[in-house]
Structures are given as C-alpha cells and as structure tokens.
C-alpha cells in the first residue's frame, strides 16, 4: 500500500506564492505517476499537474504559473508543487494521488486548502 500525506497550504494574497509538498511512503515502487487535483466549492475536480520518471504535464490554466517537480528519496518519493502569480481562481482544496503504470489510483492524500484572497 501506497500512503500520501500533504502539507504547504493556506491563505496568500492574489500574485503570492505557495508550495505543496506530498509525501509517499510505503510501496513506493508501484508508483509510476504523482500529480495533484483541485477541486473548488461547486466545481468538477480538475487534474493540476502530474510527474512521472520522464515528463510532466499542467492544466492550460496553471501554465507557466506552477511547476511540479519530484525528490526520490530511499523510502520515499516526495513531490511538490510550487505555486506562483496565485489568483482568486486557484482557490481550491488540493489532493495529491499516486498511479502505477497501468493508470490505478494507489492513494489520494488527504487534501489541502489554498486560499487566494486579499
């Protein structure tokens, strides 16, 4: 079993920054993808970004905004997302999940709020 635990979020003020952090422990070596969901009040869940070994991707609207990179440690795989030029929009509460390589969810983490106001 794959466990994820996040942290990094909060309330920054529009054009701030925050950085995410998500934790994963436990059979890491059926991870093959690691990424982040959003999901707003009254709005569908929206895929962020995902890494895997060799590429990355990002939702058109966090482009060029937030970069998603990936620490490999011994026991554990690490993957974070930094935020920059936060608006209003990207207030949401954001899941981190783990996928194998043939697309399973392993693990969703327990979700973290971002809030950008002023």
């Known amino acids: 079993q794959v466990q994820l635990v996040e942290s990094g979020g909060g309330l920054v003020q529009p054009g701030g920054s925050l950085r995410l952090s998500c934790a994963a422990s436990?059979?890491?070596?059926?991870?093959?993808?690691m990424g982040w969901y959003r999901q707003a009040p009254g709005k569908q869940r929206e895929l962020v970004a995902l890494i895997t070994n060799g590429s990355t991707r990002y939702a058109d609207s966090v482009k060029g905004r937030f970069t998603i990179s990936k620490d490999n440690g011994r026991n554990t795989i690490t993957v974070f997302l930094q935020m920059n030029s936060l608006k209003p929009e990207d207030t949401a509460v954001y899941y981190c999940y783990a996928d194998n390589s043939n697309r399973l969810r392993l693990a969703w983490g327990q979700g973290t709020q971002v809030t950008v106001s002023s």
């Open positions: 436990g059979s890491i070596f059926s991870i093959y993808a």
